[in-house]
Nanobody, 112 residues
Framework: QVQLVESGGGLVQPGGSLRLSCAASGFTFSSYGMSWYRQAPGKERELVAF????????RYADSVKGRFTISRDNAKNTVYLQMNSLKPEDTAVYFC?????WGQGTQVTVSS
């Protein structure tokens, strides 16, 4: 079955950086676009970034454009989210997504 396992979250100061990883298994990874979503307390889950199956097409939420970069390594069945210039409002649980499948999430907290 499809498994998505996120890692790399943690506590970081404003202006800092984190790199999230999502290890995928149970499907042909290189055939699917992948997404990162996030959900802050009391808010709806929102799309952060998308990458096409080959990596040639990427899209971002306006709130993270220029700060976050999504990438993938199809040889390692892994998708990444590089997050720079982090802000307190980026605090959320970040989820990896492929269609109807979700990982367990990884907590990102931006605070001084």
């Amino acid at each position: 079955q499809v498994q998505l396992v996120e890692s790399g979250g943690g506590l970081v100061q404003p202006g800092g950086s984190l790199r999230l990883s999502c290890a995928a298994s149970g499907f042909t990874f290189s055939s699917y676009g992948m997404s990162w979503y996030r959900q802050a307390p009391g808010k709806e889950r929102e799309l952060v970034a998308f990458i096409s199956n080959g990596g040639g097409d990427t899209r971002y939420a306006d709130s993270v454009k220029g700060r976050f970069t999504i990438s993938r390594d199809n040889a390692k069945n892994t998708v990444y989210l590089q997050m720079n210039s982090l802000k307190p409002e980026d605090t959320a649980v970040y989820f990896c997504n492929r269609r109807n499948s979700w990982g367990q999430g990884t907590q990102v907290t931006v605070s001084s």
